[in-house]
């Protein structure tokens, strides 16, 4: 035997595993129309998809086969001869069978509950393990499941290895391949498979998600998202003069005597007698238009509130949620600031309260490891109290998320009576767990069965009527507004890559004494939370808040954000524009009478808002004492 015959079984080698991986892929897209076929109708895209996918896939090959190709080039070619080389050699090849078969039966999972490929969310799966797979293991029959797949791919590996080993016969080894060539070829792939990361990109099917999603491959879009969870706003996305882009900023919120390339502006609203203690709960997943059958005390609630019956999300995880309601800041690209250093002693909704000696609680009833959340609020002066915080009477039943909404509530009355007795004001943050897979919660409180989300939209609506009828009980009821809204809806999917009708949350102000009900129809935001709550309080501060007062928001100037990890968009009632990395601007007319001048005032206020934000945050100009100075 020569050289090169025995780098023809190497090389044979890796053509198995190619072939295993594009047929897990091409059977997985063959299966997503029939699992799925409200989203993707059978149609000529399906074929388009499926060779689009396969183009996809194959450069996707050049990545994934990286390591493989560098273990395979490292041991003397007698080595594959021997006891332990075979076995070496067979387990690369199961190894990777098993995360080729994996990744296919997980990405149905991912499908299910995203609609989409692996992306951004898949990401932040692999960094938070522990809550994620109890999750899992919660929500799915996973030891079935396992069991399947570590049998398929056992079953795959041998019938490959015979193939293999049929080649490996009939080569008689004469002599070794040289170091020196087994670098050059490691290194020559690794350039290759690199350069192509930069050079490739995606090819499309269409302008349908749905389908765009189909063709795309998970591995590659779990890459591509890892390494672009922080982006540079100014290096991606379209961009418009600074000063342009803070007068368009300063002109859109009607800030009289502005200050040049900042937001800063003094509010002063009408004062009221007393200090209303805030309880702001944001309640996982809770969307404006599924379930509504199920939110009986929610429903009751919102006819003696503020009730906002056009509230947007600005994104669908729940870190952009907390950014956008503390911070009323629009999303920034990649990352939520909620996540990223340097976000301590950010300006926010607690600021103006802190300074009039207000308590601040974070309470959560998950571990606040998770998502950065412990040290974003601690940073901006909130003491924590996640699960491992909780009194223990308040622990009475926990998942993989963490103790059920009751048990935060229970944490949140025993600490408001602490500060009663205590007299001192308090402002609580609850984020609630228990609208989450696994759906679960305790038995025996609501007559559905466990596991499903509708159940769990139940039991949540349950567990907020148990905690205003004991809230009402207390002396410091009748002086305590009540916020609650979601952090993001239970799905955002559509034809559109930002589907804007998805984004609705349920969102009302309640506080019989002190707040008149009132429906308000007009688009709004998360960020208009905190400047609306302020002026309900009669709080006068210094603001460098995006969002607007919702009392006086008027049809000219209603607007929402709306976004993904990556896409940034602006909806108003004319168009929605949309913003993506490598100067992407996309909008889509929602008013057949909207004008062309309209559209592109709507493009240069979306770039406004989107550019100053990023600027302000990353020039460290949000800090608490930057927006003081300013007064």
Known sequence: MNNSSFTYFRFTFLFYLSLIFLFFNFLFRLGLPFFFPKNLPFSVHFFLGLGIGTINDIFALLFILILPFFLIFLPKDSFFYSKLGKFYSFLILFCFSLIFIFSSFSEYFFWDE?????????????????????????????????????????????LTWKKLQNKLHTITLTNKTSLWKRFAHIVCYCLVAGASYFIFSPISNGNNRYWIEFADNGVYQLFSAFLHNELDYRKFYKTIDTNKAFATLQNDLAITNPIQNTNYRQITNTPISTKPNVILVIIESLGNYKYQNQMINLNNLAK???????MKSTGTRTVR??????????PTPGNSIVRRNDNENLYNLSTPLKKQGYDLDFIYGGIGFFDNMNDFFSGIGFDIHDKLEFDSKNKTFSNAWGQCDGDAYKESIRLADENFAKKIPFMQVILTTSNHRPFTFPENTIDLPQGTREAAVRYTDHSIGEFIKEAKTKAWFDNTIFIFIADHPSSVAG???????????????????????????????????????????????PSSFFGKNILTMTKENERAFVSTYQLLGLET???????????????????????????????????????????????????????????
Do not use: W
């Open 114 to 158: 995203f609609s989409s490929r692996f992306n951004f969310i898949a990401v932040d799966y692999l960094v938070y393990t522990t809550e994620v797979i109890q999750n899992i293991i919660e929500s799915y029959p996973l030891v079935g499941l396992l069991s399947t797949v570590f049998v398929l791919a056992l079953f795959i590996s041998f």
């Open 304 to 310: 003696q509130s503020l009730y906002f019956t056009n």
């Open 321 to 330: 949620g907390l950014e956008a309601i503390m911070l009323s800041i629009p």
């Open 495 to 541: 034809k559109n890559s930002i589907p804007h009708e998805a984004y609705g949350i349920m969102s009302m102000i309640y506080a019989p004494k002190l707040v008149k009900p009132q429906q308000i129809d007009f688009l709004c935001n998360q960020i208009d939370i905190a400047p609306t709550l302020l002026a309900l309080m009669g709080i006068d501060y």
């Open 573 to 631: 009632p004319n168009y929605l524009t949309i913003l993506s990395p490598n100067n992407g601007v996309e909008t889509l007319k929602l008013n057949p009478n909207a004008t062309e001048e309209q559209k592109q005032k709507d493009i240069e206020k979306t770039i406004a808002y989107y550019q100053t934000a990023y600027d302000l945050f990353t020039q460290n100009l949000l800090k608490e004492y930057e927006i003081e100075q300013k007064k």
